[in-house]
């Protein structure tokens, strides 16, 4: 009963936080309206205010919800999938991958520009391969494999920083992937991200239960009939491509799959039946926020959230590893 309450209690506060962060975003910046005025602007009669807040903040605040949840929620499976909590998409080079895809695809196929998401799932799942493959020696190690992540995220950091140099940063939505921008963000790529992240949060919600079983020893898991192969490919999927069509619109996040589920796993336990969409919730709070508090810490001037969130999520990630040194060896 005292389980039950208390992941009630953090629903109701997470989401109570980010109705309340959404209404500080709407109004930070130099052109602000009450809340009274903006409602009567948005449902009522024209407000140029209003008309301007919602053609510029407006879009930014939904891609960041949006993108905040498909990444933390990516970040719960793929750690389901690998029994790893130092898993992210962005460490081990999915997100990199994903985003390469959709800097060539930006720059050299504009007119491709609603269906870019798909590609780039498929470079995030070259990219999980080529991890995977490069991992693989008699068997997967955790730590090796955040290693082997971590350079080819830094290749294809590389590549996506050299073609934005070499164009002269002629393409603004080249420049907006590599630096994770979403400054200039609009209503279509809003409408964009929005398809392919509900239709990848339902998915996730509906393999659950896989990701509960797959937290069992893999002979537990079988005996209870579970294909565990074929659960983590599906599973890991479904990751990648939550992880890829956030990053083909927002850039590179890193760390944010990684503190989220940490905290989420705190808050409401490890069932993924709440762990999962809890997580959806509390990832579009965090990335939010950082993206709040980058325009705010350097006002005129905007700090990146993936800034925010690197200088936040690299101490957490070497406490991780730390702790996890006994555990996965190394």
Known sequence: MKSTKRKALAFAFTIAGLVLLFLLAVNTGGLKVGFRELLEGLFVSYNENVATIYDLRFPRIFIAMLGGAALAVSGVLLQAVMKNPLTDPGIIGISSGASLTAVLMTAFFPSLYFITPMFAFFGGIAACIIVYSLSWKEGLQPLRMILVGVAV??????????????????????????????????????????????????????????????????????????????????????????????????????????????????????????????????????????????????????????????????????????????????
């Open 153 to 330: 995220n830094a290749v294809f950091t590389g590549l996506m920083s050299a073609f934005n140099s070499a164009t002269g940063s002629e393409y603004s939505g080249v420049a907006s992937i590599v630096n994770a921008n979403i400054s200039l963000k609009t209503w279509d790529d809003v409408q964009m991200l929005v398809g392919y992240v509900a239709a990848g949060l339902i998915l996730a919600i509906l393999v659950s239960r896989l990701c509960n079983l797959l937290a069992l020893e893999d002979r537990t898991a079988r005996s209870l009939g579970v294909d565990v192969t074929g659960a983590r490919v599906g599973v890991s999927l479904i990751a990648v491509m939550l992880a890829s069509i956030s990053t083909a619109v927002i850039g590179t996040i890193s760390f944010l799959a990684l503190i989220v589920p940490h905290i989420a796993r705190i808050l409401v336990g490890s069932d993924h039946k709440v762990l999962i969409p809890y997580s959806a919730v509390l990832g579009a709070f965090v990335l939010l926020l950082a993206d709040t508090v980058g325009r705010v810490v350097a006002a005129p001037y905007e700090i990146s959230s993936s800034v925010i969130l690197s200088c936040v999520g690299g101490p957490f990630f070497i406490f991780l590893l730390r702790r996890a040194q006994k555990t996965y060896g190394g």
